[in-house]
């Protein structure tokens, strides 16, 4: 059986796409030949259409475009480019700079909630992810449920259990969607306001938020990457000394396209004295640290109980030293000299500086400047990794996390329990716990592929002030996943009161505390049928 899923095209299908994608066959492949704005308006589209986006592409972009004057492009070879000055510059003289000028846009198809994460590590890429919220992950790709099929395990004995596992988990999820649907429609009749679409798009979506936990980590997803040369060789050498097998293959499948496009950006990376060593070093890092850890903490240690989100670590002082920061840049002193000055000036002087720094915000995206990055809060976090997967994509911050297992249990959402499905939900998270604990001991790492999004996992997230009013306001809007909003919720209530930082917590103004709307979705749509109408 064949890993991934080949598409099938059409001859007509395919002479139009092969001018623009490098390859028609393959689930990860480059986007050539297209303006700036398509490329960002097809990954937009995206991340909400269950199309893959070669088929995406041909069903809503290719009429808008004259595509007459490419008719002689065919991407699928290669671009050949002139590359002496990158050879000169980047490969002989090692300018990285260099490698930060060209960019990729790159499409990861089929790649397993545990891929993803690895793929989404980088801070200096763009991402875009096929959302849980409004693709219901019910529709088959080629005959079979969209879920990773790990070639080693399916070839071992316990590859016919996996696969019937897995099935049974989608089975479920499926029939639990109409189900959930008919439980809100009852709770949350149409308003005569209300177009029907809005409506229908508001139902689904809570719906298929209430039983994303019932999907297994080896669900599959799609991934669109913007960036550069620099960053997408960062990526591929973490990838080659990723200890799950999925990520170093798909990395070999990334580097084959990445070619096509910019090779002389990726010549290092199968140097034995550049890439080979550095992708070593990470592996052989990876592997001393594991071991150390299992001698120093055996794995019959129990964790001790915690909150769901615990402020770890944070500066007393931290609110004097931001006063100091926001008027650095106003005076010709030493910071020094400024901090002396702050701790001397009454709570008044203070505030009035922090109220003038932060200014009229009209809404979210009125942020303030740097100063805010002096303030520093680190949480160890409990949550179910649903929430995690949406929480990790804020890369400004440091987010590490361990190992997906069900170890710490599992959240059920109380409206699963009220319409009557809590037996099958909990069915269904202890079908998954018995397949983590068969393959647990002959596959650690693809273990993890049988964990439903449901069961929680222990992350630490680091963030200054500033890039925690970004995420903290964004996270708790009313249409946001219940799951995420718990978590920004109490991340900000510690800020201003377990750290006692009162005044930082009260810039993040738009840090919304309201309990959830029972249809958390239907007035974002309302709002765009107004925009759209």
């Known amino acids: 059986m064949k890993t991934y899923v080949e598409e099938e095209f059409t001859a007509d299908e ?99 909630n545990l891929l993803t994460k690895v793929l989404e590590w980088g801070r200096l890429m763009s991402y875009l992810e096929q959302s849980t919220r409004y693709i219901a992950y019910d529709e088959r790709l080629g005959g079979r449920y969209r879920y990773y099929r790990d070639p080693e395990l399916l070839a071992s004995p316990l590859g016919a259990r996996y696969v019937g596992d897995m099935d049974r988990l989608f089975d ?22 209300d177009a029907d679409f809005v409506y229908r798009t508001a139902i689904q979506a809570r719906a298929l938020d209430s039983v994303r936990g019932i999907l297994p980590a080896s669900a599959l997803s799609n991934v669109g990457i913007y960036g550069s040369g620099q960053a997408y060789e960062a990526l591929l050498l973490r990838m080659r000394a990723h200890p799950l097998p999925e990520a170093r293959e798909y990395g070999d499948l990334m580097l084959t ?50 909150p ?31 901090e002396q000055r702050v701790r001397s000036m009454s709570v008044d002087d203070r505030l009035a500086v922090m109220r003038a720094y932060t200014g009229e915000r009209k ?33 400004m911050l440091t987010v590490e996390w361990q190992k997906l297992a069900p170890l710490h249990g599992y959240t059920m959402p109380p ?24 393959l647990e001991g002959p596959y650690p790492e693809q273990a993890s592929y049988s964990v439903s999004l449901a069961y929680k ?9 500033r890039e925690a009013m970004h995420m903290l306001e964004l996270r708790t809007t009313p249409q946001g996943h219940p799951a995420y909003r718990e ?26 505390h309201e309990a959830e709307p029972e249809l958390g979705r239907l007035d974002a749509e309302r709002k765009s049928a107004q925009k759209s109408s």
């Open 487 to 512: 978590v920004a919720q109490e991340m900000h209530r510690l800020i201003g009161q377990g750290a006692g930082h009162k005044a930082i917590a009260a810039m993040m103004t738009f840090v919304n």
């Open 457 to 465: 996992i222990r992350y630490m997230m680091h963030t200054n002030a």
């Open 308 to 338: 769901m989100v615990e402020l770890v670590d944070f500066d007393p002082d931290a609110e004097v030293k931001l006063v100091a920061s926001m008027l650095y840049s106003q005076v010709g002193l030493p910071e020094t000299q400024i």
């Open 14 to 112: 395919a002479d139009v796409l092969r001018r623009y994608f490098s390859n028609l066959d393959l689930p990860v492949f480059a986007l050539v030949n297209l303006p700036e704005v398509v490329k960002g308006a097809l990954f937009a589209r995206y991340s909400r259409s269950p199309l893959s986006l070669r088929r995406l592409f041909l069903k809503e972009f290719v009429g808008d475009l004259d595509i007459t004057g490419d008719e002689t492009i065919d991407a699928t070879v290669g671009l050949r480019r002139a590359e002496e000055l990158y050879d000169r510059v980047f490969f002989q003289y090692g300018d990285d700079s260099v490698a930060q000028l060209g960019g990729v846009h790159l499409a990861c198809e089929q790649a397993s």
């Open 172 to 193: 479920a999820y499926s029939s639990m969607i109409p189900t959930m649907a008919d439980f809100f429609r009852q709770h949350v009749p149409q308003q005569p306001g």
């Open 363 to 395: 809404n979210r995206r009125h942020r303030p400047g740097r100063a805010l990055e002096r303030p520093a809060y680190r949480f160890d976090i409990l949550s179910d990794y649903g929430a995690f997967r949406d929480l990790q994509r804020h890369r």
């Open 257 to 306: 396209e990445l070619r096509k496009v910019i090779p002389s950006f990726l010549k290092r990376i199968d140097l034995p004295d550049r890439g080979a060593v550095t992708s070593q070093y990470m592996a052989d890092n990876h592997e001393a640290m594991a071991d150390i850890a299992e001698q120093l903490f055996p794995s019959d240690v129990a964790p001790d109980a915690a």
């Open 415 to 438: 409206e699963v329990e009220t319409a009557g499905l809590a037996d099958q939900f909990e069915a269904q998270m202890e079908r998954s716990a018995d397949l983590y604990a068969l």
